[in-house]
Structure formats: C-alpha cells, structure tokens
C-alpha cells in the first residue's frame, strides 16, 4: 500500500470504528463517543493491537504515518485548549468569589492530596516514574490529574443534560474554571526547565505586555476578523511558550485566557468546537492510545488504575461535600456538582500526554492514569442524571408539603429544573 492509502486507512478507522461501537451501544450515558473514541485508539495502540499483530501494526502505523497523524493531533489539541481558555469566565468568578473559591478549592484540593498519596503508593515501585522526572513532579503531577476536570466535555455533557445555562450549571462552570487555572499553573511549574529559566522569565515578563497589545488590536478588528487574527496569536504564543520551555500548551491556554469570549460569535465558537470533536479531535484520540503500553503487566496497571480512581472520585465528591456544608447547599447538590466535576477525559490526557512528553512519568503511570480518566468520565453522566433526578423529585415532595413556602424561580432553576 502506499503512504496515502494507509494514511486513509488509518481515517477510516479513525473516523468510522468508533461511531459503529457507539451506535452499537445505544446509550450516550453508557459511553460518550469521546470516551469511545480514546477506547477504539487504546485497542490500536501497541498495547492491544500491537501485541496482537505487531506486523500488522507496524506497517500501518508506521513512522511516517504518526509523524502526519501527529502533526494533525498537536493543531488539534491546541485550538481546544484555546477554546478552553476562552471558555474561562473570571468576572463571574469573582462576583461569586465566597462560594466559588472555596467550592473550587476544596473540589481541587482534596482529589488532589489523595491522588498525589496515590501516586506516591505507585511511585515506591519500580517502573512508574520518567527518565528525566523527579519524585515531587510526578506526584504533583498524578495528584493534579486525579484532580482536573475537563472544562470543555464538561460544556457538552451539561448541555445535554439541560443545565448548562441554568444556574446550578453556570456555577459548576465557574468551579471548573477555576481549576483550570491551577492546572496549567501546576504544569508550568512541573515543566520549568532551570537551564532555561531565563527565557520562561522572559516570556513571563514579556506576555502580559503583548496579551495588552493583542487585547486592544482585537477590539479594533472586525468581528469577521478576530477569529481569523485569533488563528495567528495562537500560534504566536505556542511557540513563544514552548521556545521558553513551558510546552505549547501553556502558551495555547494563556492565549485564549486573555480574550473575552463576547468578542467573538458566541454559536461561530461552540460550532468550531463541535467541528474540532467531530473531524479531527479523534485523531489526537489515536494519537493517545497508541502510547499505551502494558509492560508492567496488565494485573499491576489495572490496580494502579483502580486506586487512582478511588482517589479521583472520592476525593472529588468529599471536597464538594465539605464544600456544600461549609456554604450551605441545598441536600442533593454537592452529589450533583460532585459527579459533574468528575469529567476528566480531554484535559486530563492533555496534562498528561505533556507529562509522558517530558519524560516526567512512564509509559505504564500514563496508561493507568488514561484508564482512570476513561472510567471516571464514564461515571459522570449516568451519576449526575440520577442526582439530578433526586434533586428534582425532592423540590416535589416539598412543594406538595408547602406551595408556597419557599418556592422561588431562582431555587428551581438551581435545581436545573
């Protein structure tokens, strides 16, 4: 076969083996495409299909196949990134900052304590840490991963569970975001590269200047335009970011952190994302699960995945609990927002596909952490639809105890109803 016939070959498995599991399923609650589509790239990768068929594997996804598909996977990933940036709502957060900072801290930092004990559980043997990663890094880094929440599958799931632009969705919204923001603070400060300190303080130093210099050339674009212009900032900044040794992430992250998301058409947005998870997110997809790898043995990861889930999930639903006492929260809502914050996928196989990057973690810490993210991302939607269906048969019985006494518009809409 030729290279474009296996490069096509490789989109048609891409693109079509993933739909027909899906469609097979029935039931987005069962599996989201997303999930289904990391899934399909974990069986291809060395781990399933290359164990299988190494021969096979090897002609298909040969080098020059993954450099193309690579290359396809890094503009990918960098436009959701930006996307997710732009996504990010401060004044909100602020407006709010009493319950918004304590119900994102502790969402952030509880998951975050019990995934870095994990970690170091993990660390204690052999094999589970990077070539060039030191200890405190890789546990910063697995506890920040069972930690994160990804912001922009977060967005379409509480889309399709109608509460995205109810108030109890807009205020899970600004806790992600939130977490967002120490996320990529966290990586920037695993990644400093201290042979390159003085260009990350560079680029520390000269961002904020040039963010001012893009901020007022932006308003004074065309609307047409701004995308268009975005296009070009964002690879500015990538390359600047990763030039100085903080990856292309950070810099795609900060570029879209910068820009207010009014600038722009706001359903122009939310289409390039569908757009991005429908024609070429899925190949970053790929991408990710042809790095899994199963050399510790398939036993040992799979515990490894088990206690870091634990980690993930119980250390987010008891932050938020914590969280929802300390603010007063209605009963019910701390379970909701606790399994709504548990959608991991994306940004956390960003987070970590940087850190396998960097050598800082194994192949074998960055499968186990990848199942993990697949099966707490698995959970969130079936969960929080039960949550929210208890939140509302609750707001039922009281209203047929007492029409009227304390009945609001605004308390049922925080209940998503």
Wanted: neutral net charge.
């Amino acid at each position: 076969m030729t290279d474009n016939e296996i490069f096509l070959l490789i989109l048609l498995l891409i693109m079509g083996l993933p739909w027909i599991i899906w469609r097979m399923l029935g039931d987005d609650d069962r599996a989201p495409l997303v999930v289904v589509q990391i899934f399909v790239g974990v069986l291809l990768g060395p781990g399933v299909l290359g164990a299988a068929a190494p021969a096979l594997h090897a002609q298909i996804f040969n080098p020059g196949a993954i450099a193309a598909l690579n290359g396809i996977a890094l503009w990918a990933v960098m436009l959701f990134v930006w996307l997710a940036g732009i996504e990010l709502n401060l004044g909100a957060a602020w407006a709010a900052r009493r319950d918004s900072w304590t119900a994102a801290g502790l969402a952030l930092l509880t998951p975050l304590a019990l995934g870095g004990l994990a970690g170091w559980l993990i660390l204690m043997r052999p094999g589970w840490i990077g070539a060039q990663g030191q200890p405190w890094q890789a546990v910063l880094g697995i506890g920040m991963a069972c930690a994160v929440t990804a912001l922009p599958i977060l967005v379409l799931l509480m889309d399709r569970l109608a509460i995205l632009r109810a108030p109890l969705g807009q205020r899970v919204l600004r806790y992600a975001s939130l977490d967002d923001i120490a996320i990529w603070a966290v990586l920037a400060l695993i990644l400093l590269d201290w042979p390159r300190m003085e260009r990350q303080l560079g680029f520390l130093l000269c961002f904020p200047f040039v963010a001012w210099a893009m901020r007022a050339l932006m308003q004074r674009m065309a609307p047409a335009e701004r995308l268009r212009l975005s296009m070009v900032w964002l690879a500015l900044a990538g390359l600047a970011a990763d030039w100085a040794g903080l990856h292309f992430m950070v810099g795609a992250f900060l570029a879209g952190v910068v820009l207010d998301r009014g600038w722009f058409d706001g359903d122009a947005l939310d289409r390039l994302r569908d757009m991005l998870l429908l024609t070429v997110m899925p190949v970053f997809f790929l991408s990710t699960g042809l790095r899994t790898v199963w050399a510790m043995g398939g036993v040992e990861l799979v515990a490894a995945a088990l206690l870091l889930l634990a980690a993930a999930v119980g250390g987010k639903l008891l932050g938020v609990r914590i969280a929802g006492r300390l603010l007063g929260w209605r009963r019910g809502e701390a379970s909701v927002i606790g399994w709504l914050l548990q959608t991991k996928a994306l940004i956390m196989i960003i987070f970590v596909n940087i850190l396998l990057d960097r050598q800082v973690i194994s192949g074998a810490t960055f499968t186990a952490l990848l199942l993990m993210a697949l099966a707490s991302t698995m959970l969130t939607t079936p969960m929080a639809r039960r949550g929210l269906r208890r939140l509302e048969a609750d707001a039922g019985v009281s209203d047929q105890a007492s029409p009227d006494a304390g009945r609001t518009p605004q308390r049922d809409q925080d209940a998503g109803l």
